[in-house]
C-alpha cells in the first residue's frame, strides 16, 4: 500500500497539477488586457506593436536599423535572420508579455531572448532611454548569432552550457549603447576611490550589486578597446567558441591572463579618477548628512522632510526629523498589497501642497499609476487618482493653489505635461512634444517649467498657460533635470551634468544668471529649498549609496553662489524624423521551436530509454506546446508510445492549462517481471486576483495498472481540486527575507467506480527581517485525506521533519502537522583564496532552527505534548509526535544554496547524535 501510495502522490505532482501551477508558491504575471498586434517589417527587423503606438514603431524602426548599422560594423558580423522586436507602450504592458514566464520587475528595462533572437522593450517616457536599450539589447543578439550559430546543435553540445562571462557579454552591449552617462560615472568613481571595485573574477555572475557590475563590465570593455584597439572586443566573443574558457579567451586575444588585465583596468581607472579627489567636494563636506534616501520634499514648517526609503527592502514615504534624521512616521507603513504593489521611483514622485497638508505620490495598482494624496494631519489617505487617459505617469506637482495637480504622463508613445483639477477630474493637455517631464508651477501660478528631451539634452522650457508661449530656458547644454522653484520664486534650482558630475545649479529668472551651487563628487540631486529659503535638501551618493543631506541657501553671491556659469541661451530647431523603408503585415500566430534536447538513460531494472523533450511556441509566447517522450519505446514495442504533452493557453487573465499522458514501464523486481502504466488526462487554470494572490482550479483524470505483468491492480479516479495562493515574499540571495505566504488547497475525487478520498492542505510561512543580514522564519503545515481511500502524506524528509527520513514509510500518516522556526543570519561575508588559483566565497550563512511534527491515522488519538519516544520509532502503532533541532549552513553553488545541516532527534528526554544532511536548493 505504502508504495502504491508514494507512486500516486509523487506521479499526481508531477504530472497531473504540474501542468498548471505545479504545487507552487510564486507571484503572478497578471495579463490585464488583450493585445492587438501588427508587424512593421524593415531590412532587418520585423517591429511587433500595437495600432496606438505606430508613431513610436516607426521610430523604434529608425533607431534599430542605425544600431545594426553600427553594431554589425563593430562587431564584423551580420545576424543571419530577420530579428523579432517587440514594443510595448509602457512597462505595465511590457510586464504582461509571455515571451518570457519569470516575473518582470521595474528595474527591468528590457530583454533578449536567446531561442527565437527576440528583442523585447517598453517605452520609458524618455526617446534616449529606449535608444540606449534597443543598442544594448541588440548587441546581445549579435552575441548569441556569434556564439550559437546553429541552436539547436550548440543545445546538444557544451557550447551552450558554457557561456562566456557575464562582464563580457554586458559589458559589450553596454559599450555598444554609448559612454558611461555622469551618474555611472559617479558610481564608479566612488568605488574606485573607496577600494570597493568588484574582481574581474567575480563578474562572471551579477549575485549583488548588480548596478556596480555592469557600470565595471562596461568599463573594462571601455579599458580594451582604447589600449588594445576596438577590434579586439568583437574578437573576444569569436574566441571564445574556441578557447571556450574565460582564461584562454584573454590569453589568445590580448596575450596576457585575467589577472594582468584586471591590473591594467585598475590602474587606467584610477589615473581617471583619482584627480577628482582633489578637483571635487565631498558630499560630506558640502552639507550634513541627514539618512539613506531619495527625493527629499520639505514640511510646511521645516521641521521635518518626505522621502523615499528602501530600508525594509521596498522602498516606503517616510517623514523624518530635519534635525536628526530620526524617523518619525513610515506613511506607507501597511499600504503596500492592500492599497498598491509599489511605490514608483521615477523622476518626482513625491509633492507637497503649498499649505503644507497635503503629501503626494505615485505608486502602482494593478497594472496602473495612482496618484495617492496623504493627509499629514490626520495621517490618512484622502484621494486615490486615476488617470485613465494616461499610461504611465513621471512626475507630479501641486499648483500653488493646490486646486490642481501638474503632471507628467505618458500616452502612446509620447510624454507631455498635463494640469488635472482636482474637482471636476478634467485632464488637460498643456505641452505637444515627444518627451516632457519634471512640471513645476512659477511663483505665480500662470505658467509651468519643465524639462523637455531633444536629442542628448535635456533642456529647460516655461510655458505660458494663458498665451500658450514656449520660452526655452536653458538650452543645449547637458542634461538639465530635478527641477525646483525657490520660496520667493526668484530663482529655479536643478541639477545638470553640464562639467561632467550631476552638481546643482540656481538660475536668476529676472536677470538670468546662472551659478553653479556645489562641485559634488558624488553628483547632487532632488534639490529642494526651505519653506523659509535657508536650506536646501539635496540627495548625493557616497560609499555606495544614495543618502539625504542638508546644505545652507547662500545668503549672496559671494557665499556659495560664487561661480557665475557663462550662459549663453540656444535655440533649438526641430529634427524631421526619417524613417526606413518598411512594410506593415498583420500579425498572424505561427509556431516555432524553442528547443529541442534529449538524453540515454540505461537501468538494470528497465533497460535502456531515451528521452526528448521538444519545446514550441509563437513569438509572443501566448501559445506554448512541450513535449516529452521515450523515443525508444516505440523501437521496442511498437504498441507503446511513452509521452506526455502539455498545451499552454496564456493569452488572457485566465490561462487555460491542459495536459496528456501516456506511460508504461516494464522492470525486474525478486525475479519477477513487473508493469507500471499510467495514462490520463488534465485541466488546469488559474485567476490571479492581483501579483500577489490567485486562485487555482484544476482537474485530473488518471488511470494506473501497476504490478505483476499478468496481473496488474488497476487504479484509477477523476480529481478536482482548487487552492488559494498568496505570496507577498521579498526574496534575498538564499530565499525569502520578509513576507508572507499562503496555499490552502482542497482536493476530491469525483467518480464513483475509482478511488475515494478528499484532501486538505494547509502550508503557511511568515517571515521577519530583523536585521541587514538576519531575519526569522516561520513555517505551519497541515495535510489531511478523508474518505475510503485515504492517502499517504510523509512526516519525514528534508523539507518537512529534517531529522527523520522520507522513505521512512512508518512515518507516513493520513494527517501531519508540522511547525518549523528558524533564525538566518550570515556567519561569514566573504573569504579569498589564492589557489589553486584566485576565487572567493561570499556570505556564507548559517541557520538555527527546531521542527515538531505530528502524524496520525484516523483512528489515531493525537497526542499533543507528549512526544513520542525514540526507541519507538521502529515500529510506531499509534500517532507519533516528532523533534529535531540543529544548525544548518548555506553557501551559494552556482544558482542554487548548497545546504548542509547538523541535526539532533530528541524526545526531550534524550538526544541522538547528529545527523548530516547535504541538498540543493533554497530553504522554506
Known amino acids: 500500500m505504502f508504495k502504491k501510495v508514494l507512486f500516486l502522490y509523487v506521479a499526481f505532482m508531477l504530472i497531473g497539477y504540474g ?62 535572420s530577420p530579428i523579432p522586436l517587440i514594443i510595448f507602450k509602457s512597462h505595465y504592458d511590457f510586464e504582461q508579455t509571455n515571451i518570457i514566464l519569470e516575473l518582470i520587475e521595474r528595474e527591468v528595462g528590457g530583454f533578449a531572448e536567446v531561442f527565437k533572437n527576440r528583442i523585447v522593450i517598453p517605452f520609458s517616457g524618455s526617446y534616449s532611454r529606449m535608444k540606449e536599450v534597443i543598442f544594448h539589447e541588440l548587441t546581445h543578439i549579435f552575441q548569441f548569432d556569434i556564439l550559437y ?69 562596461h568599463s573594462i570593455i571601455k579599458y580594451i578597446a582604447d589600449t588594445f584597439g576596438k577590434d579586439k572586443i568583437g574578437l573576444l566573443l569569436k574566441n571564445f567558441r574556441s578557447y571556450q574558457s574565460a582564461d584562454s579567451m584573454i590569453k589568445a586575444t590580448l596575450k596576457m591572463d585575467i589577472l594582468e588585465l584586471e591590473k591594467g583596468w585598475i590602474d587606467w581607472v584610477k589615473k581617471r579618477y583619482y584627480p577628482k579627489i582633489k578637483e571635487c567636494d565631498l558630499p560630506i563636506s558640502i552639507g550634513r548628512r541627514l539618512t539613506e534616501g531619495i527625493h527629499p520634499v520639505w514640511s510646511k514648517g521645516d521641521g521635518l522632510i518626505a522621502l523615499l526609503n528602501n530600508k525594509s527592502g521596498y522602498f516606503d514615504v517616510i517623514l523624518v526629523k530635519a534635525e536628526n534624521g530620526e524617523v518619525i512616521e513610515v506613511v506607507t507603513k501597511g499600504l ?26 505615485i505608486a502602482k495598482k494593478r497594472n496602473r499609476d495612482i496618484i495617492y494624496i496623504w493627509d499629514m494631519v490626520n495621517s ?41 483639477d482636482l474637482k471636476t477630474r478634467d485632464l488637460n493637455r498643456v505641452t505637444s512634444g515627444l518627451s516632457c517631464t519634471q512640471p513645476v508651477f512659477s511663483h505665480d501660478g500662470e505658467g509651468i517649467f519643465f524639462v523637455k528631451e531633444e536629442d542628448d539634452f535635456k533642456n529647460i522650457y516655461f510655458i505660458n498657460l494663458k498665451t500658450k508661449e514656449i520660452e526655452g530656458l536653458i538650452l543645449n547644454q547637458g542634461r538639465n533635470i530635478d527641477l525646483t522653484l525657490s520660496p520667493d520664486g526668484d530663482y529655479i534650482l536643478f541639477s545638470s551634468d553640464r562639467s561632467g558630475t550631476y552638481d546643482l545649479y540656481a538660475f536668476n529668472l529676472a536677470k538670468k544668471d546662472l551659478f553653479k551651487i556645489t562641485n559634488c563628487l558624488g553628483g547632487a540631486f532632488h534639490p529642494q529649498v526651505s519653506h523659509d529659503g535657508k536650506r536646501i535638501a539635496f540627495t548625493s551618493y557616497y560609499k555606495g549609496g544614495y543618502s539625504i543631506y542638508i546644505m545652507d541657501f547662500p545668503k549672496s553671491k559671494e557665499e ?42 540505461y537501468s538494470t531494472s528497465t533497460g535502456f530509454s531515451a528521452s526528448t523533450e521538444l519545446a514550441l ?136 467506480d475509482g478511488l475515494d478520498f478528499t484532501n486538505l492542505k494547509m502550508d503557511l510561512r511568515r517571515y521577519w527581517k530583523l536585521g541587514r543580514d538576519s531575519n526569522l522564519a516561520l513555517r505551519g503545515l497541515f495535510e489531511g485525506s478523508f474518505g475510503h481511500d485515504k492517502m499517504e ?38 573569504i579569498d583564496f589564492s589557489f589553486p588559483t584566485h576565487f572567493s566565497v561570499k556570505d556564507i550563512r548559517s541557520i538555527l532552527f527546531i521542527d515538531l511534527g505530528l502524524g496520525w491515522d484516523e483512528h489515531d488519538k493525537p497526542h499533543l505534548g507528549n512526544f513520542t519516544r525514540l526507541e519507538d520509532l521502529t515500529n510506531p502503532s499509534d500517532s507519533v509526535q516528532l523533534c529535531d533541532f540543529g544548525i544548518g549552513f548555506r553557501a551559494l553553488l552556482g544558482i542554487l544554496p548548497l545546504k548542509i545541516d547538523y541535526i539532533w532527534r530528541t524526545d526531550l528526554k534524550e538526544t541522538k547524535s547528529a545527523l548530516i544532511r547535504v541538498s540543493l536548493g533554497y530553504d522554506f
Open 19 to 80: 501542468v498548471a501551477q505545479g504545487q507552487s508558491f510564486g507571484k503572478n504575471k497578471v495579463r490585464y488586457k488583450g493585445f492587438t498586434w501588427e508587424i512593421l517589417k524593415t531590412s532587418h527587423f520585423e517591429i511587433y506593436y500595437t495600432p496606438e503606438i505606430k508613431d513610436l514603431a516607426r521610430v523604434t524602426s529608425s533607431v534599430a536599423e542605425d544600431a545594426y548599422s553600427r553594431i554589425s560594423h563593430d562587431l564584423r558580423h551580420k545576424v543571419s
Open 149 to 217: 550559430p546553429n541552436l539547436l546543435r550548440s543545445i546538444f553540445s557544451n557550447q551552450f552550457i558554457r557561456t562566456p562571462p557575464l562582464w563580457l557579454m554586458e559589458g559589450l552591449a553596454e559599450y555598444e549603447r554609448g559612454d558611461l552617462d555622469s551618474m555611472e560615472e559617479a558610481i564608479l568613481c566612488d568605488a574606485t576611490i573607496n577600494n570597493c571595485l568588484i574582481p574581474i573574477c567575480e563578474l562572471d555572475n551579477f549575485q549583488e550589486r548588480i548596478g556596480l557590475c555592469y557600470i565595471q563590465s
Open 336 to 361: 503596500r498589497f492592500k492599497e498598491f504593489e509599489e511605490i514608483s521611483i521615477s523622476e518626482r514622485i513625491l509633492c507637497l501642497s503649498r499649505d503644507g497638508r497635503y503629501l503626494a505620490f
Open 380 to 420: 490618512h489617505i484622502t484621494e486615490r487618482l486615476d488617470v485613465k487617459e494616461l499610461d504611465f505617469i513621471t512626475s507630479i506637482c501641486f499648483s500653488q493653489d493646490g486646486r490642481t495637480i501638474g503632471i507628467a504622463g505618458s500616452k502612446n508613445g509620447r510624454c507631455n505635461i498635463y494640469i488635472l
Open 560 to 601: 556659495i553662489l560664487a561661480e557665475k556659469v557663462t550662459y549663453e541661451r540656444q535655440e533649438t530647431k526641430e529634427k524631421k524624423q526619417e524613417f526606413p523603408k518598411a512594410e506593415v503585415k498583420e500579425y498572424k500566430t505561427k509556431f516555432s521551436f524553442d528547443w529541442i534536447s534529449g538524453g540515454l538513460l
Open 617 to 752: 511556441s509563437d513569438i509572443l509566447g501566448d501559445h506554448r506546446f512541450i513535449l516529452l517522450t521515450d523515443y525508444l519505446s516505440v523501437v521496442s514495442r511498437a504498441s507503446t508510445l511513452n509521452f506526455y504533452l502539455t498545451y499552454h493557453y496564456l493569452a488572457k487573465r485566465t490561462p487555460i492549462y491542459i495536459g496528456i499522458y501516456n506511460w508504461k514501464d516494464y522492470y525486474l523486481y525478486s525475479g519477477k517481471r513487473y508493469i507500471r502504466e499510467i495514462y490520463g488526462g488534465s485541466i488546469g487554470t488559474d485567476y490571479p486576483i492581483d501579483k500577489f494572490r490567485r486562485i487555482e482550479l484544476y482537474y485530473l483524470y488518471r488511470v494506473e495498472n501497476l504490478g505483476e505483468i499478468d496481473n496488474p491492480e488497476k487504479e484509477r479516479y477523476n480529481l478536482i481540486g482548487t487552492s488559494f495562493v498568496k505570496d507577498t515574499t521579498l526574496w534575498g540571495r538564499f530565499g525569502p527575507l520578509s513576507g508572507e505566504r499562503r496555499r490552502i488547497t482542497i482536493e476530491k475525487t469525483v467518480s464513483h
Open 793 to 830: 502524506f510523509p512526516l519525514g524528509g528534508i523539507t518537512r521533519l529534517r531529522g527523520y527520513y522520507y522513505g521512512d514509510k512508518d512515518l507516513w500518516k493520513e494527517r501531519i502537522a508540522l511547525v518549523s522556526g528558524e533564525t538566518r543570519f550570515t556567519l561569514i561575508r566573504r
